[in-house]
DNA sequence: ACTTGTCCTGTCATGCCGTCAGCTTACCGA
DNA sequence: TCGGTAAGCTGACGGCATGACAGGACAAGT
């Protein structure tokens, strides 16, 4: 482990330090929510926070710096993704049903953390290399599994030769990760959720497999 | 049209506003490609179009409303897309060149203007209506042809009915849209261009005829 | 040269940024 | 109980971006 949480200038936080911390972090997540990114500042998430600018400064950079904070928090839950893909079948109706949990877990995972993952969005869309990270981790838990599953349907001759399981899955978890971030995009135009999961799930299955799935 | 080009405080503006004003959507434009949106300044991007701030603000009320004008004029070169998709067959070999012309288009047109659609991409997630508005204009030219595409499969019973067009549609497109501002980092994850290229038109391809290409 | 309307900038009040010294609070060993 | 020490917080300050204004520079027509 990397040891104490610390401020800026080296003091190791104690109790009431990281409480601080935290609230601070958890406002900063409030913000996010409410308020273009461009436009959040240091000041209004210390008033917030119930506490002054200085303060903040004394456990994060800048307010990038405490975004990464936020990003890292979620990307630890995000890891959890794996369980939606790992060790399931993608054959017959098992297959089907593989995608359809797939395509709920992920929207519901990208809802419930849309503010923060727009940023990291945009960090790693911007060349980032500490946002294009976390979103990695995030993605990545899924994206393997997905490659396997492909790889694994190759070696069995159940899928052409000519498919890269690497751009495939990334392709797929790509094309969650837009629809997820802008979901009430697609409802505003006509699209309800109702009909979108199903459609998703068969992109998906029609591109880890090859064919139609079985209902 | 509109009419007249006019400043905040509107006056119309001359041949020579109209070409400081340009100077400062390019050089805006510039600015977005090699730094962070939120960093971008008002007084930073002056500077560079040799004026000052002041100048700025007669044209623009703030960055926001400057970056709107860039998204705009980047608008309409991108409803010329819809060349891509109308009028196409989607049967046998004319189908998966279809796909991937569609495919090689999209992306290219993404990475000549991936800076802006970054921040388009990021108001309209934030749920900045103006933002919003502007992304559809480019991205419906292609959703809407491609919508047709599979209502007309449908009803030859080449595609099965509970697939929702516009939700297909819609999902492809949001794909090629997140691949295309993700392109680099494909490319560090170890995908190469030219694997992504043909899997995102297979899966175009797949996901609007529900069947493999014929090459 | 003079007028007119367009165009640009110097300047200023305001507000956020980021830093520091210094004050308060909590903990701990004697 | 009593310092001593480190953690925790803030007021205050220089610096910079914002946004508004009035006034000067410039081009075009008379």
Redesign the interface.
Known sequence: MTGQVRTVDGRVAGRRGQATRQKLLDCLSEMLSSS???DVKVIDVARKAGTSPATFYQYFPD??GAVLEVAEEMAKEGAGLTALVSGRSWVGKAGWQAAEELVEGFLDFWRRN?AIL?VV????????KRF?KI??KILNSVTNSLTDAVKDLQSKGKV?A???P???A???V??L???A??Q???Q????KQA??K???A??VH??IT?K?PVK
Chains 1, 2 share one sequence.
């Open positions: 273009p990114y461009r307010v990038e849309d727009r969005d945009l960090g790693a869309a911007e060349g980032d294009y979103r990695m052409d000519d498919v890269s690497a751009a495939m990334g392709s797929l790509a094309m990760a837009a629809v971030s802008h009430k995009g697609f505003t135009w006509g699209v009909e979108l199903p459609n998703l068969l992109l029609l591109g090859g139609k």
